[in-house]
């Protein structure tokens, strides 16, 4: 972890910023079960929550939300769910982050997705939710 750590911050300082925000994006793949996102006192999870005020945007991609420490969850300003989440896993969401909108109302959402392919924007800022459906026919061998 500190290996991966020492890496980002060299890539950060590397060009200098002579204004902030910087504006950077760090983007995070397949981090389900990495104890940088699923440790609250990681050095990446210190990141993100000391400079968010710098604007540093962070894309976390997990296939699972209960491997991410609670710390992060609660700093989460937009999600985007794909189909293969249970009720428990969207309540779970629901109440662990910081969406206020009523639990059914996003539950119908997610449950009005049409393929796999198909996928939820919730957005804690500006309280909307975004049903992007995506037609889908399962490819074949021949």
Known sequence: ?????????????KYPFKK????TLLVCDDFAGKGLVSKADSPLANIITKVRHYHLTVAI??????????NIKRLITDFVIF????????ELIWKQSG???????IWE???SLISPRSY???????????VKNIPWE???LF
């Open 1 to 13: 972890m500190k290996r991966l750590t020492n890496y980002i911050l060299s890539k950060l300082s």
């Open 20 to 23: 902030y925000p910087s504006n």
């Open 109 to 111: 959402a997610y449950k």
């Open 120 to 130: 939820l924007e919730i957005h804690i800022m500006t309280n909307t939710i975004k």
């Open 83 to 90: 189909q293969g989440f249970s009720r428990y896993d969207i």
């Open 138 to 140: 399962r490819p074949t």
């Open 99 to 105: 969406i206020t909108l009523p639990f059914e109302e």
């Open 61 to 70: 991609l997990m296939q699972t939300w209960r491997f991410l420490a609670l």
